[in-house]
C-alpha cells in the first residue's frame, strides 16, 4: 500500500499545510504560481516540510512537463537526458531532490539549461545552499525557505489523515495524546504521518471498535519497529544532535560512536564537517583558538579525500574537539550584541569612529577626536566604540579556562573596571 504521505499529499497550494509566507494569499511565490510565471528556484528547508509537495503543487497548477530526479542516484548522464527530453517539451519544470548533494561538474551541466530557460528549475535541500550549490547557478535562482512545522501544523495534518484517508477513517481512531508522535517526528511530516499510520496499523480496536492512540502506545510501537537511523535522511537531526551534545559534553567515546552511526547510515560527510567547524568556534572558541583550525582543515581534507578514508579523518578531529578544553563565550557574545540590535535599533556611530572621506563630512566632524591606537604606549588608548545610548556595556564574558584567563587579565589591564572584567 502506498504511505499515508503520500496518500494524504496535497494536491494544491489551499490544501497545503504551513508556509504561509510563501504560498499564502498575496505572497510573492503564490502570485508568481497563479501568474503562470515561476522563476528557477531554490527550496531550502527542513525534512518533511514540503518541499517535494510544493514542487508537484507547481508543475500540477502550471500543467507543464514535470521531470523529478534524485541527487542522490542520478548523475550528469541522466541530467543530460532529462535535458534532451524537456528541449522537445515546453516550459518543463526539473525537479532535483537533495540537490545539494550534486557536485560542481554535475551542477554545471544544468547551467546552460537553466540560463536558456530549456528547463525551469526547482531544486530541494536541507542544506544552506549559499554553501552547497555553486553560485553560477543560484545566482539564477530564487532562494526560498521553508520553516519547520509548528505543532498546531502537524496536529491538523493528523485530523486530516483521520478525515479523508479510507484506510486510516476504518479505524475509527481517537487520538488521545500527541505529544509523543509529534517528539518522535521531530516537525518532519512525512515521518509524522508514516509513523502515525505504522502505530494505528499496530494497535488493535478496543471493545467499542475504536483505535485508541496514547504516548504510551506510540512509545511501546516505535521503540520496537522505528529505524534507529534512516538512511533517507529522517533522524539526520537526532543524530547530529547526539553527535554534537557529546563532544560538547566532552566524550570522545560518545562522539565516534554517533559519529560510526551516522557514516553507516549514509549521512553527507561534508555536512558532518561542516558542523565540527561550527561546533569548534560556539563551544569551544578562544578556550582552544587550534580547535576551529583543525576543524577547517577536516573540512578541506574530507572533500579531497572523500569515502571511506574521511572517516578517520573525521574521527581525529572529532576526538580532538570532545577533548578540548570548551568555552561559549564568543557564542554568547555575539548573542548578547544581536539582541541588543533587537532591542535598541539603529544606534547612531558616534561621531569620532566614522569614516570621512570627503572635505564635507570632516567639516562635519566625521573622524574627528579619534585616537589611533598604535600612537600611544602598549598600542592602546581608553576610547568608547559603543554608540553613546549604550556605552561601556559588556558582551564578551571571557570563559572560565587557562586561555580565556589570560584574556580576561589582559583586558583587565587595559580597561581597568569599565568592563568589570
Known sequence: ????????????????????????????????????????????????TGKTTLANIIANTLSVPFFTLSAISSGVKDIREVIDHARHAHNAILFIDEIHRFNKSQQDALLGAVEKGTVTLIGATTENPSFEVNSALLSRSQVYVLKALDPDDLIALLHKAMEKDEYIKVKKVQLQETAALLNISGGDARKLLNLFELVVTSTPFNEQGQTIITDEQVMKIAQ??????????????????????????????????????MLDGGEDIKFIARRLVILASEDIGNANPNALLLANATFEAVNKVGNPESRIILSQCAVYLASSAKSNASYMAIGSAAAMVQKTGDLPVPLHLRNAPTQLMKKLDYGADYQYAHNYDNNFVNQEFLPDKIAGTKFYEPGNNARENELRNYLKKLWKDKYDY
Not at 496535497?10 to 498575496?26: I, M, S
Not at 544532535?241 to 560512536?257: E, H, L, T
Open 1 to 48: 500500500m502506498t504511505p499515508l504521505a503520500e496518500r494524504i499529499r496535497p494536491a494544491n497550494l489551499d490544501e497545503l499545510t504551513g508556509q504561509e509566507h510563501l504560498v499564502g494569499k498575496g505572497s510573492i511565490l503564490r502570485t508568481a504560481i497563479e501568474a503562470g510565471k515561476i522563476p528557477s528556484m531554490i527550496l531550502w528547508g527542513p525534512p518533511g
Open 224 to 261: 520496537r519497529k522505528v529505524a534507529l537511523y534512516d538512511k533517507a535522511g529522517e533522524q539526520h537531526y537526532d543524530i547530529i544532535s547526539a553527535f554534537i551534545k557529546s563532544i560538547r559534553g566532552s566524550d570522545p567515546n560518545g562522539a565516534v560512536y554517533w559519529l560510526a552511526r
